[in-house]
């Protein structure tokens, strides 16, 4: 058999689609980044007509590329949050703004087998966005955040995810040395607001893209 892995977790995410769409979600399938840029621009977008959007932090999402589309699109009003250029008080008072957007997109630290998603922030703004505010929020999920429980969604955000975030924005913290969560008070701390989303509410408002491909941290 060609490419068997891949075969293996297209079998594990139509499997996952289908709980996630018991759940409440609008679930779509992708083999890959590419393909999920596409199903955000040909099927998402244009169903939901967003006249504003903006983004929380993810690796994910900027490895759909769609992070430059929506920056540069003329049929969209972006709040960029990520960009170098703006003060820290800028970027909080532009993801203050961003919780009342059209369409907010982001990515999720882990996903569970029964159909919840697990989140960790440092201020909150995506946790934030994923729980209220936002008209549709989009959540493009890579394989390798998928997990069997709760448990071991939040083993993965404390082990693993956190410890890489810290070490990728130079924080300050026990972890960028140890290379695993030290439960620090550090005041750059990430690790403060958690978020479990176990339904879509209303149904359909959350949208979610599965990509057969490892993505983001």
């Given amino acids: 058999m060609n490419k068997p892995i891949d075969t293996f977790w297209n079998l594990n995410l139509r499997e996952l689609r289908d709980t996630l769409r018991k759940n409440n979600f609008d679930v779509y399938l992708a083999d890959n980044c590419e393909e999920a840029r596409k199903i955000v621009v040909d099927?998402?977008?244009?169903?939901?007509?967003?006249?504003?959007?903006?983004?929380?932090?993810?690796?994910?999402?900027?490895?759909?590329?769609?992070?430059?589309l929506l920056r540069d699109s003329d049929e969209y009003e972006a709040l960029d949050t990520w960009d170098k250029n703006l003060s820290n008080e800028e970027k909080n008072e532009l993801r203050r703004q961003a919780l009342l957007v059209d369409c907010f997109f982001t990515g999720t630290n882990a996903?569970?087998?029964?159909?919840?998603?697990?989140?960790?922030?440092?201020?909150?703004?995506?946790?934030?966005?994923?729980?209220?505010?936002?008209?549709?929020?989009?959540?493009?999920?890579?394989?390798?955040?998928?997990?069997?429980?709760?448990q071991r969604a939040m083993d993965r955000v404390k082990e693993y995810v956190a410890p890489v975030n810290t070490l990728r924005l130079d924080m300050?913290?026990?972890?960028?040395?140890?290379?695993?969560?030290?439960?620090?008070?550090?005041?750059?701390?990430?690790?403060?607001?958690?978020?479990?989303?176990?339904?879509?509410?209303?149904?359909?408002?959350?949208?979610?893209v599965l990509i057969n491909e490892d993505a983001g941290y």
């Fill in 43 to 68: 099927e998402i977008l244009p169903e939901i007509k967003p006249k504003t959007v903006s983004w929380g932090g993810s690796q994910t999402l900027a490895g759909t590329g769609l992070y430059e």
């Fill in 111 to 150: 996903i569970t087998e029964q159909g919840h998603l697990v989140n960790l922030d440092m201020i909150g703004n995506r946790t934030g966005a994923i729980t209220f505010g936002p008209r549709n929020v989009v959540i493009l999920v890579s394989r390798n955040k998928v997990v069997p429980d709760l």
């Fill in 172 to 208: 300050k913290t026990p972890c960028v040395k140890t290379g695993y969560c030290m439960d620090c008070s550090s005041p750059q701390r990430i690790c403060n607001v958690w978020s479990i989303t176990e339904k879509s509410f209303p149904k359909g408002r959350i949208k979610i």
